[in-house]
Nanobody, 123 residues
């Protein structure tokens, strides 16, 4: 199985940036689709972005398109989420998820999940 650990969250002012990491162990992450999803306090989990196994296909939520980007560093067995021009409404716990088959917006189709990393954006 795959173990996923997120890191890189923190407290930033609006307009700032963070780079979130999703580091995998147990399996090669490049053979899995990977998604980032987030959950704000008291809200349901929502999709942010996903990347295909090959890395050639990506899907972004409209709310982050043009500000966030996802990319792989296969040598580190890690997927990154670069978050730019952060807004207070981006405040949430960010989770990475992986699946041998799936890479998309569903929050129920991924088999493996990390524990999340907190992103807080102040105005």
């Amino acid at each position: 199985q795959v173990q996923l650990v997120e890191s890189g969250g923190g407290l930033v002012q609006a307009g700032g940036s963070l780079r979130l990491s999703c580091a995998a162990s147990g399996r090669t992450l490049s053979t899995h689709g990977v998604g980032w999803l987030r959950q704000a306090l008291g809200k349901e989990r929502e999709f942010v972005v996903a990347i295909s196994r090959s890395g050639s296909g990506t899907i972004y939520a409209d709310s982050v398109k043009g500000r966030f980007s996802i990319f792989r560093d296969n040598a580190k067995n890690t997927v990154f989420l670069q978050t730019n021009t952060l807004k207070p409404e981006d405040t949430a716990v960010y989770y990475c998820a992986a699946d041998i088959i799936y890479a998309g917006p569903s929050d129920t189709r991924y088999r493996y999940w990390g524990q999340g990393t907190q992103v807080t954006v102040t105005s």
